[in-house]
């Protein structure tokens, strides 16, 4: 005789306003391959937990975003923000597509030149940038953000010694109606301090300036912010042409647009609320039309927006290490990837898929990772099938942050797979093990003995 | 082996559907907690229970007891059921 | 004709479902299904007679798009929607999101826009007041507690202290700020609103606005009666020129499309009106609009229809509303169909 399919035993009781299953039809898709590369297959290649990134994703990305603002403005360029993942693999996709490079500090700024952009097409931002760097960027001709007068002054000092002349942009803070305020970076546009360094530029003989920078917040929720910052941008140009016969090479407008993660503290999912695309490049190109010279002088449109091009081509594939019961009865998942190496979950409800089908039933839970901290929790609350240890899970949206800001913490950080267009699957970073991370220590003699 | 002791008083429906008279609370019992919740109140013990799922369903001896534990821990948990 | 309608949680802080329904049935014109959709077991709308016809589970706001859509869809499979007007703040941005998608199964709706919607958002009012020169009270935006000591420098105590999408709390001094901070940003999120209190009496304003700017029909109404938590338990209707055409200027400048619900506080020692808020669906008592002459959850419907609906020009003034509340008994079995199944049969078809 076949036997039935088997689903866990399960018991729910109705809470008002917790009840709400509405019927039973199944609340979590399955995520069970990458582009059709299984998951299970990758997690047994490459173990678990491990992080696999979407060639084709990244590049669909890219294409959309760039031909969404070329439809609208005649002078686009992107420039990668190395930050949000520096990985070569990734940079160079984006290289590829034909994207600048846009480092935030001297190891980003060498990671570029390394691998083989021209200082040219760099963009230095960041507010450290040491003697060496800027001297290395003024030889080069990058593309120098100036981030305070302190800096201002010492490019100059430099600039007179240098044959070249540095190539400078400046980078403006400002109201946009939202909060916080970023207005610790750069020149304040309300107190007139950005026309200030301005004017200071244009007066210097021995320095060039190409272009103006703002880049007003990260994860922005709103398109309108967007209108108003490039409304002040273009007040700055035309009061340059105006009273110096300055013309832009280009307006540099930032990154901040959000990826289609749910912040904690938001109540609706993102996709819900946040602006489109669209929406952002129809307010910010609209306003850059109100610039004063037009035709093959327009400033050339800049875009460093990582977080939206990369985020939902990132997924980290995790294991069910055992399932548990809390004191007040709720049930408690341990996986084997924590926020050691999930930075993002401090502040988004990453979707969470079971990697192959499920049950019916579900159960609300809280996800821990492996580590033995108490702050080691991926979500307090999600609603999930029941898994068995063993089970693997996809945690979504995480190709922004985590690739450069996770933590080696009792552990080793875990390989990092390329999902290739053509359906193969390539290693772009290996797992790191005990002799790599222990190689950059130094034992002094007088420890290196001992007797228990 | 253990058997559980059911206030006679509880009926599950069809649907999975259980009402406690005594405290007013209700619940929803998918298909095997329906089998296993009407078992049980038929006296069987786990030994029993266990090897009547084994029969029905294809599932192995492990994953099944685990999870037959944890649905046991959540009746109790509930009041619903005692050990005997 | 099946039309679709959320809200059924008539209780001490009513969703404006039942009204609505109501006012529907009450126009005369109208003899189709009422669907109720429904996000908890115990919504007393589909207990109550004569009011839904069949009702389903659907899964909160929260949950996201694509579950709520495929719940839409499983419910238009089985029943054909020919209309669905959803009728709570929280709801309102995945309907709108979605109405595209609804449209091409055959579901109609009559909703604000993303941008109506943004520019009126909690956050966004005052911005909107300030450009077209419409009073309203100042506020600040909190995303932490540390954002609280703000306000002894911006204003003075008392302050409203408001959620993003629900709740508001009248406080008088920093620790009540802080609790009401907390108890908001626990259940609805961030960021809280401080808004300036503005003493004075304050007035409401029922309307529907027709996407064009023009108001098709609009009722105000001053409460008589406010519960502990600031909901109206008994109201007038009232007419005010000066407040009626801010009313019309500001559905003008919106372009608003929908129902909305307008709240205003007349100043005390100016006179001047404050636009406290936009809410972008009807307020529960719309069903007074609808007694005092202008029933606009009726024009609502014809407009999603398409139809051209005739502007209202009047309505009566005097009229009371008193919301009581009445215990209605059910059985075990009803809750257990909703609660199990997730939907509840009270006429089949």
């Not at chain 1, 390989?415 to 002094?444: A, C, F, H, Q, W």
């Not at chain 3, 054909?80 to 309102?92: F, H, M, N």
């Not at chain 3, 105590?157 to 940003?185: L, M, Q, R, W």
Request: aromatic share 10%; net charge negative.
């Amino acid at each position: 005789m076949e036997k039935k399919i088997y689903e866990k035993p399960a018991i729910t009781k109705h809470h008002s306003g917790f009840m709400n299953k509405f019927g039973s039809s199944p609340v979590t898709t399955p995520k069970s391959e990458v582009d059709g590369v299984s998951v299970n297959a990758i997690a047994d290649q490459y173990g678990s937990p491990v992080f696999v990134l979407s060639e084709r994703r990244i590049r669909e990305n890219f294409r959309n975003t760039l031909r969404t603002f070329k439809t609208r403005y005649p002078k686009v360029q992107y420039a990668w923000s190395y930050k949000t993942n520096y990985l070569n693999a990734v940079c160079s996709i984006f290289h590829q597509e034909g994207s600048w490079a846009e480092v935030v500090s001297e190891f980003e700024y060498d990671r570029a030149r390394k691998l083989g952009i021209p200082g040219k097409y760099i963009i230095f931002n960041g507010p450290d940038k040491s003697e060496q760097a800027l001297l290395k960027a003024i030889e080069d001709g990058a593309k120098i953000h100036v981030d305070h007068f302190d800096e201002l002054y010492k490019i100059i000092e430099l600039s007179e010694k240098t044959e070249k002349k540095p190539q400078l942009a400046i980078r403006v803070n400002m109201d946009t109606g939202i909060y916080p305020k970023w207005d610790r970076f750069g020149f304040n546009y309300e107190n007139g301090e950005a026309m200030e360094a301005l004017r200071r530029i244009v007066m210097q003989p021995t320095l060039k300036l190409i272009g103006l920078h703002t880049h007003i917040g990260t994860y922005m929720m709103s398109a309108e912010a967007y209108r108003i910052a490039a409304r002040k941008m273009v007040v700055l140009a035309n009061e340059l042409f105006t009273k110096y016969e300055t013309k832009l090479d280009y307006i540099d407008m930032g990154g901040g647009f959000p990826s289609n993660n749910t912040l904690k503290g938001q109540y609706l999912q993102a996709e819900q609320v946040l602006p489109t695309i669209e929406d952002f490049a129809d307010a910010v190109t609209s306003e850059l039309f109100r610039i004063s010279y037009h035709g093959s002088d327009m400033p050339t449109l800049i875009l460093e927006s990582g977080r939206s091009l990369i985020d939902d081509a990132g997924f980290l594939i995790s294991t069910i290490i055992a399932n548990k019961r809390l004191s007040d009865g709720k049930k408690a998942t341990i996986m084997d990837g924590g926020v050691n190496i999930l930075f993002t979950s401090f502040w988004y409800k990453h979707k969470i898929s079971p990697a192959q089908p499920t049950g019916l039933s579900t159960e609300n839970s809280t996800i821990y990772g492996p580590l033995c901290m108490n702050i080691d929790v991926l979500r307090e609350d999600i609603v999930l099938p029941n898994l068995k240890v063993g089970d693997r899970v996809v945690i979504h949206h995480v190709g922004a942050y985590n690739m450069t800001q996770w933590m080696q913490f009792i552990t080793l950080r875990p390989n990092i797979v390329m999902v290739m267009e053509d359906g193969t699957t390539e290693l772009i970073r290996e797992s790191e093990d005990l002799e790599y991370i222990m190689s950059r220590e130094k034992l002094p003699a007088k420890l290196s003995e001992f007797k228990l | 082996m253990t058997a559980f002791a059911v206030p006679s008083n509880l009926a599950v429906s069809e649907n999975g559907f259980l009402f406690v008279p005594t405290s007013g609370e209700t619940f929803t019992l998918n298909k095997l907690g329906i089998s296993i919740f009407k078992l049980m109140q038929k006296g069987a013990d786990t030994e029993e229970i266990i090897d009547a799922l084994l029969e029905e369903y294809d599932i192995d001896k492990t994953t099944l007891e685990k999870d037959f534990t944890d649905f046991v821990n959540q009746l109790k948990h509930h009041n619903l059921i005692e050990e005997k | 004709m099946k039309v679709a309608v959320t809200g059924l949680n008539n209780i001490d802080s009513p969703g404006p479902g039942v009204p609505v329904i109501r006012g529907l049935k009450d126009s005369g014109k109208f003899d189709g299904t009422i669907i109720g959709l429904v996000y908890d077991s115990l919504e007393p709308g589909m207990y109550m007679d004569n009011v839904s016809d069949r009702n389903y589970l659907i899964p909160y706001p929260s949950s996201g798009l694509e579950e709520l859509y495929s719940r839409i869809e499983y419910v238009n499979e089985k029943e054909g929607i020919d209309v669905l007007i959803p009728t709570l703040d929280s709801e309102l941005y995945s309907f709108t999101k979605l109405a595209p998608r609804l449209a091409e199964i055959g579901i109609k709706t009559f909703l604000p826009t993303t941008e109506n919607l943004n520019m009126r958002a909690k956050d966004k009012l005052f911005d909107f007041c300030q450009a077209h020169d419409i009073k309203a009270p100042k506020n600040i935006l909190a995303s932490s507690v540390q954002d609280l000591y703000k306000i002894s420098s911006e204003f003075n105590y008392p302050v409203a202290v408001k959620g993003i999408f629900y709740d508001a709390y009248i406080c008088n001094n920093f620790d009540e700020a802080k609790t009401a901070f907390h108890k908001i940003s626990h259940k609805w999120g961030l960021p809280i609103i401080i808004q300036e209190f503005i003493k004075g009496e304050e007035y409401n304003i029922c309307a529907l606005g027709d996407g064009t700017g023009e108001t098709i029909g609009a009722v105000a109404m001053k409460k008589l009666y406010i519960t502990d938590n600031g909901k109206g338990w008994a109201g007038i209707s009232l007419k005010d020129d000066p407040l009626m055409k801010l009313s019309d200027k500001i559905i003008s400048a919106l372009k608003w499309k929908s129902g909305t619900e307008l709240e205003f506080v007349k100043e005390k020692s100016s006179n001047q009106y404050y636009l406290l808020e936009i809410n972008p669906r009807f307020p529960a008592w719309v069903y007074l609009s609808v007694a005092a002459g202008q029933n606009l959850p009726y024009a609502l419907l014809e407009l999603a229809q398409g139809k051209k609906v005739e502007k209202f020009e009047n309505y009566e003034v005097g009229k009371i509303f008193i919301r009581y509340s009445w215990d209605l008994i059910t059985d075990v079995s009803k809750f257990e169909e909703i609660a199990v199944k997730g939907e509840l049969v009270n006429k089949p078809e």
